[in-house]
């Protein structure tokens, strides 16, 4: 069966080359964005994992919510407390942030940044609530907040297989030692995320030596940015295809926010009246 790779830069090839002999494995996605486009877990989901997708922006949530009924999918971000945060989204990018200091770069790049109050749980009490087996690769993309969702998880309790952390351009971050002191080994920078093995998976270390190849036997999922549509048209069929998911992501948030509901009872008090 041809593996189908929504991933931005091969993450998906690499974990499943290390992880594929896994039947209904196990992930926890921090900072999952949208269910398929640039997808690490997408893949495995269409192969019958499951797992944990954080997600703080209302659009995704809901994109998420629709389309991965087998997953747990949680409306936050991951800190290390549990506390109101204010969050800068970025509409429509993989670029929203709990940083200030990315968001105001972002903003003078001429990017529109607006700003939200979400909830946050600890990457451990998430664990605590929605883990009951083996999690066999635990990702985190969150835009400059590394080090405070790492400080969140208790790796003696919960040992994840593989961890992905997005670290773009820079190899040397400064929360590596909570990392590598918790017992895992870099094992691969590919250019954007560092791979790390827990220290009693490093027989897992041989999938990862060499890049993502035609052995490998994977397809790019169609409009993936590796792949040039055919015709102009079908480019169309494609955005469009993307406005609609983001329209119907927005107007299931917007259905299921408080002031929805509030306009929903004014209106049937007004109908009766």
Same mark, same amino acid.
């Given at each position: 069966?041809?593996? %189908?790779?929504?991933?931005?830069?091969?993450?998906?090839?690499r974990?499943?080359?290390?992880?594929?002999?896994?039947?209904?494995?196990?992930?926890?996605?921090?900072?999952?964005?949208?269910?398929?486009?640039?997808?690490?877990?997408?893949?495995?989901?269409?192969?019958?994992?499951?797992?944990?997708?954080?997600?703080?922006?209302?659009?995704?949530?809901?994109?998420?919510r629709?389309?991965?009924?087998?997953?747990t999918?949680?409306?936050?971000?991951?800190? =290390?407390?549990?506390?109101a945060?204010t969050?800068?989204? %970025?509409? =429509?990018?993989?670029l $929203?942030?709990? =940083?200030?200091?990315?968001?105001?770069?972002?903003?003078?790049?001429?990017?529109?940044?607006q700003?939200?109050?979400?909830?946050?749980?600890?990457?451990?009490?998430?664990?605590?609530?929605h883990?009951?087996?083996? %999690?066999?690769?635990?990702?985190?993309?969150?835009?400059?907040?590394?080090e405070?969702?790492?400080? $969140?998880?208790?790796?003696?309790?919960w040992?994840?297989?593989?961890?992905?952390?997005?670290?773009?351009?820079?190899?040397?971050?400064?929360?590596?030692?909570?990392?590598?002191?918790a017992?895992?080994?870099?094992?691969?920078?590919?250019g954007?995320?560092?791979?790390?093995?827990a220290?009693?998976h490093?027989n897992?270390?041989?999938?990862?030596d %060499?890049?993502?190849?035609n052995l =490998?036997?994977?397809?790019f999922n169609?409009?993936?940015?590796f792949?040039?549509?055919?015709?102009?048209?079908?480019?169309?069929?494609?955005?469009?295809?993307?406005?609609?998911?983001?329209a119907?992501?927005?107007?299931?948030?917007?259905?299921?926010?408080?002031?929805?509901?509030?306009?929903?009872?004014?209106r049937?008090?007004?109908?009766?009246?």
């Amino acid at each position: 069966m041809t593996f %189908i790779s929504y991933a931005q830069n091969f993450e998906d090839i690499r974990l499943w080359r290390a992880l594929k002999h896994v039947e209904n494995g196990f992930y926890i996605d921090v900072g999952a964005n949208h269910p398929t486009d640039d997808s690490v877990t997408r893949a495995f989901y269409d192969r019958g994992w499951s797992g944990i997708n954080v997600e703080p922006v209302p659009a995704y949530y809901e994109a998420l919510r629709q389309q991965r009924p087998r997953d747990t999918n949680l409306q936050c971000a991951a800190g =290390d407390n549990a506390e109101a945060l204010t969050f800068y989204s %970025i509409a =429509d990018t993989g670029l $929203s942030t709990l =940083d200030p200091a990315m968001a105001r770069q972002h903003r003078d790049a001429g990017m529109q940044v607006q700003t939200q109050t979400v909830s946050s749980r600890t990457l451990s009490d998430i664990c605590a609530a929605h883990v009951a087996g083996p %999690i066999h690769f635990l990702k985190i993309d969150v835009e400059g907040h590394e080090e405070t969702v790492l400080r $969140s998880m208790d790796f003696n309790r919960w040992r994840p297989w593989i961890l992905l952390i997005e670290t773009p351009w820079e190899r040397n971050q400064t929360w590596e030692t909570l990392v590598t002191d918790a017992g895992y080994h870099p094992v691969v920078f590919d250019g954007i995320n560092t791979f790390y093995l827990a220290e009693e998976h490093l027989n897992l270390k041989g999938a990862f030596d %060499i890049p993502p190849c035609n052995l =490998d036997e994977f397809q790019f999922n169609p409009g993936h940015r590796f792949v040039a549509p055919a015709t102009e048209l079908e480019q169309a069929l494609l955005a469009e295809r993307q406005r609609a998911d983001r329209a119907e992501a927005q107007l299931h948030a917007l259905r299921n926010s408080r002031s929805w509901r509030a306009i929903e009872k004014l209106r049937k008090v007004l109908v009766r009246g």
